[in-house]
């Protein structure tokens, strides 16, 4: 029991220490007017400047954001994903978080900007250990019956597709059913997500990621599965 207790007060010290040096790092810009925090992620959710102190442009976006959050070379990045356009001069630009290069699902940050500048930044940041693996244990082809199973549909739509290539002798209607199965056929990504099984803090996975479509019943299901473990993790 001691021991436990002295592994969960190091390690909540850690989480303090991240959160405290977050803050530092933000705080020390003068511009900034209100920082909030995420609990479960233990990082910023929304950073506001006071634009009467500071004027920032929208090609420091990136840059600003980067340092913020202190991305490891070569381990963390955030890439501009989508930019809109709104009445009255304001431009959102949208940033996408990715670890080892792979796309962290539901890690975005947008920036919104008035009449050009950097008026506030929102979203979702996970702080993910250097230490965890890229790498998957499990094949795609393993973790899409894992997601099968999950779904447990009677037919998938790749099935009913089968059946009607199979029945028809026209090989233009053949072409065009191929290409509507290819469509509807779950691909398999990589990325990294939350475990939305678990509460609290936020625990990031390596997971593969499927779009499965079914006809019987017919529902479509994004389905998560973890890629070192097999667990279903949404």
């Excluded at 991240?18 to 007017?33: C, H, M, T």
């Amino acid at each position: 029991v001691l021991l436990c207790l002295c592994i969960t007060t190091t390690l909540s010290a850690q989480e303090n220490k991240r959160v405290q040096d977050f803050k530092k790092r933000i705080l020390s810009d003068p511009g900034v007017l209100t920082l909030k925090f995420s609990d479960e992620r233990q990082s910023p959710s929304l950073i506001v400047y006071n634009n009467q102190k500071a004027l920032y442009p929208r090609q420091m976006a990136g840059s600003i954001l980067s340092q913020y959050l202190a991305l490891r070379q070569g381990i963390d990045a955030v890439e501009l994903s989508n930019q809109s356009f709104l009445p009255n001069n304001i431009e959102v630009l949208e940033f996408q978080q990715k670890f080892k290069g792979i796309i962290v699902e539901y890690g975005t940050f947008k920036a919104m900007l008035v009449n050009g500048n950097i008026h506030l930044f929102n979203g979702a940041w996970y702080d993910i250990p250097s230490a965890v693996s890229a790498k998957p244990a499990l094949t795609l082809n393993a973790a899409l019956h894992k997601a099968k199973e999950k779904v447990n549909a009677r037919t998938y739509a790749t099935d009913f597709f089968q059946k009607e290539i199979d029945k028809t002798l026209d090989p233009k209607v053949k072409d065009a059913l191929y290409k509507e199965m290819q469509d509807a056929s779950p691909k398999g990504e990589l990325v990294f997500v939350k475990d939305f099984t678990r509460e609290g803090a936020a625990q990031i996975k390596l997971a593969w990621k499927f779009d499965i479509y079914a006809t019987e019943p017919m529902s479509r299901s994004w389905v998560y599965v973890d890629a070192q473990t097999g667990k279903i993790l949404l």
